[in-house]
């Protein structure tokens, strides 16, 4: 079964901490990307990848960081220097001009 | 001047009614064009993705674009309330290596 697959679905930060979200992928793209959606703002651009070990900063990568080892995987770590990182967090893949999304990740700073 | 600019809405239509859901952008170098659905708490799904001018069709969807006014549509028949949803419309330059510029979305409600 082919596809985007991001965990946690649900994640709780205190002030202060790092965090680690995973998105794994099983359709052979070259092509990685991070968005951040928030209510009202639509879709902005964090990270994306082209290929294993690039990545390059999209409009807003401040307060974030991501690697690019595996094909397959494309982790987004959350800092502590993020002044805002509460928001619903996708992953997203693409073969060609077409783009295909994950599930999403929803973070909550408590 | 945003890249795409879209029609937040909300759009609330009777069940059966034809939706028309619309997109203009400004960069006329774009040559990819697609169509999300996205419920609330998921992610994004692809519905149509269609390259340069013309139309495409797949079931009750139809997807439009016409580049020489850089207007692109999506057109939903006999609309059903699991159509209620929020529409993405997106577009991109190249084939690969891409960004994806995206709308800010249009809220949908299907009354049954």
């Known amino acids: 079964d082919g596809g985007i697959t991001q965990s946690p679905k649900y994640l709780f930060r205190k002030e202060g901490q790092n965090v680690t979200l995973s998105c794994e992928q099983n359709?052979?793209?070259?092509?990685m990307y991070w968005y951040r959606q928030d209510p009202g703002q639509g879709l902005r651009l964090i990270y994306y990848s082209q290929i294993v070990n690039d990545f390059q900063k999209g409009d807003i990568a401040e307060g974030y960081s991501v690697s690019r080892e595996k094909k397959e995987s494309f982790p987004l770590t959350v800092t502590s220097a993020q002044k805002n990182p509460t928001a619903f967090y996708l992953c997203?893949?693409?073969?060609?001009?077409?783009?295909?999304f994950g599930p999403g990740t929803r973070l909550t700073v408590l | 001047q945003k890249e795409v600019e879209q029609d937040p809405g909300p759009l609330s239509v009777p069940e059966g009614a034809i939706v028309s859901l619309n997109c203009t952008y400004s960069n006329s170098a774009f040559q990819y064009f697609m169509w999300y659905r996205q419920y609330s708490r998921k992610g994004p799904e692809l519905l149509m993705y269609t390259y340069s001018s013309g139309n495409k069709e797949d079931g009750r969807f139809t997807a439009q674009v016409d580049k020489s006014s850089k207007y692109i549509s999506l057109f939903i028949r006999d609309s059903q309330p699991s159509d209620s949803a929020t529409y993405l419309c997106a577009m991109s330059l190249r084939n690969t290596g891409n960004q994806f510029y995206f709308g800010t979305g249009t809220s949908l409600t299907v009354i049954p």
């Open positions: 359709l052979n793209h070259d092509a």
């Open positions: 997203a893949s693409s073969p060609h001009g077409e783009q295909f």
